[in-house]
């Protein structure tokens, strides 16, 4: 929580302060053009590599393999967008890290490692009981004998209306 906070007051300061350096070298009109140029390279990028996950995490699913990779790269590729577009050179120098498919790779599978690490240990009850077993699993559907027959009925809880009518 900290972490964003810092986040969004450090940076429009970092980036107007490089904006104004910037301008100050180059120029204005010339800066604000940079700044547009940057957005518009940015939003073709996103938009092809956008494009070529989608095509690859479709073809994963039709082999009916999971694209969590996929999943994440699509993600970093929103964030790399926002970026882009978001004026300022230290935004524009993150949100091409996002989307040049090198680094987003590499990016990608520190990150989906960390989930999965964080969801496994997570996951973990004190009881020592596996979220996956039998007894946890609410999802599963009705409950099965040995024979894995479904056990289904009725009932009615014949000791209640016993001790009712003995106490009229």
Same mark, same amino acid.
């Given at each position: 929580m900290r972490v964003l906070f810092l986040m969004f007051a450090i940076m429009p300061i970092i980036e107007i302060?490089?904006?104004v350096q910037v301008g100050g070298i180059i120029g204005g009109w010339n800066?604000?053009?940079?700044?547009i140029l940057t957005?518009?390279? #940015?939003?073709?990028?996103?938009?092809?590599?956008?494009?070529?996950?989608?095509?690859?995490?479709? @073809?994963k699913m039709q082999r009916n393999e999971i694209p969590g990779n996929e999943i994440v790269q699509g993600l970093m590729l929103v964030i790399a967008g926002v970026l882009l577009v978001t004026p300022g050179f230290v935004t524009d120098i993150? #949100?091409?890290?996002f989307v040049m498919p090198g680094s987003r790779h590499y990016l990608a599978r520190n990150i @989906?490692?960390?989930?999965?690490?964080r969801v496994v240990t997570s996951s973990t009850f004190t009881s020592g009981q596996s979220p996956f077993s039998q007894h946890s699993d609410p999802f599963k559907g009705p409950a099965k004998d040995e024979n894995g027959d479904i056990i289904e009925g009725e009932y009615t809880d014949k000791s209640e209306n016993d001790?009712?009518?003995r106490l009229r």
């Open positions: 302060a490089l904006l800066t604000i053009a940079l700044v957005a518009l390279i #940015g939003s073709y990028m996103v938009r092809r590599e956008g494009l070529a996950t989608l095509q690859t995490a479709q @073809s993150l #949100g091409l890290l @989906s490692k960390h989930m999965k690490a001790e009712n009518n």
